[in-house]
Antibody, heavy 123, light 110 residues
Framework: EVQLVQSGPEVKKPGESLRISCKGS????????IGWVRQMPGKGLEWMGIIYPDDSDTRYSPSFQGQVTISADKSSSTAFLQWSSLKASDTAIYYC????????????????WGQGTLVTVSS | QSVLTQPPSVSAAPGQKVTISCSGSSSNIGNNYVSWYQQLPGTAPKLLIYENYKRPSGIPDRFSGSKSSTSATLGITGLQTGDEADYYC???????????FGGGTRLTVL
């Protein structure tokens, strides 16, 4: 059974850096795309980007390109979402999720989800 | 403004049927598979439908999906109070080279 376990809630100040994590188990981590989805308070889902851990091929939504960095560590089966300088507008729940299939355009659905990480950015 | 357009809300009585629409364009729904997700209050989204109409194991056949041209539809029959949730459509957008979601539809079972 695929399991994605995310790191705990974070409270940060504007301008600080942050990295949150998502540890996969129950499947071959290197062979599934893993992605991140943002949900701002009271709002809908936003597709941020995905990474293929085997070769670190990364695709970003234009809305998030340059705003965050997605990475993965094969040795620990963990994906990361990172900010270098947080803004109040980054306050949201962030979900990681897997795409099952080598071609993310063809197999574009997220079939397993983490529990979400709440990031709060406030001065 | 989401790339995919969904109605903000729908409602129906228990036992009835409801449909939720998702409208896009040739760069997304028109040429890629559509999926649907259910998000119960305070929980992570769950995959309901993939490849336009297929259901993952464990999803009851009360949930159905269809696609026509640049639009997709989620159908739910035999509505239950436990179906009250937010529903999202998703697909790939070839022009953006990224995935996209609809804005979400809140289902109320009256």
């Amino acid at each position: 059974e695929v399991q994605l376990v995310q790191s705990g809630p974070e409270v940060k100040k504007p301008g600080e850096s942050l990295r949150i994590s998502c540890k996969g188990s129950g499947y071959r981590f290197t062979n599934y795309w893993i992605g991140w989805v943002r949900q701002m308070p009271g709002k809908g889902l936003e597709w941020m980007g995905i990474i293929y851990p085997d070769d670190s091929d990364t695709r970003y939504s234009p809305s998030f390109q340059g705003q965050v960095t997605i990475s993965a560590d094969k040795s620990s089966s963990t994906a990361f979402l990172q900010w270098s300088s947080l803004k109040a507008s980054d306050t949201a729940i962030y979900y990681c999720a897997t795409l099952t299939g080598f071609n993310p355009q063809r197999y574009n659905w997220f079939d397993s989800w983490g529990q979400g990480t709440l990031v709060t950015v406030s001065s | 403004q989401s790339v995919l357009t969904q109605p903000p809300s729908v409602s129906a009585a228990p036992g009835q049927k409801v449909t939720i629409s998702c409208s896009g364009s040739s760069s997304n729904i028109g040429n890629n598979y559509v999926s649907w997700y259910q998000q119960l209050p305070g929980t992570a989204p769950k995959l309901l439908i993939y490849e336009n109409y297929k259901r993952p194991s464990g999803i009851p056949d009360r949930f159905s999906g269809s696609k026509s041209s640049t639009s997709a539809t989620l159908g739910i029959t035999g509505l239950q109070t436990g179906d009250e949730a937010d529903y999202y459509c998703g697909t790939w957008d070839t022009r953006l080279s990224a995935g996209v979601f609809g804005g979400g539809t809140r289902l109320t079972v009256l």
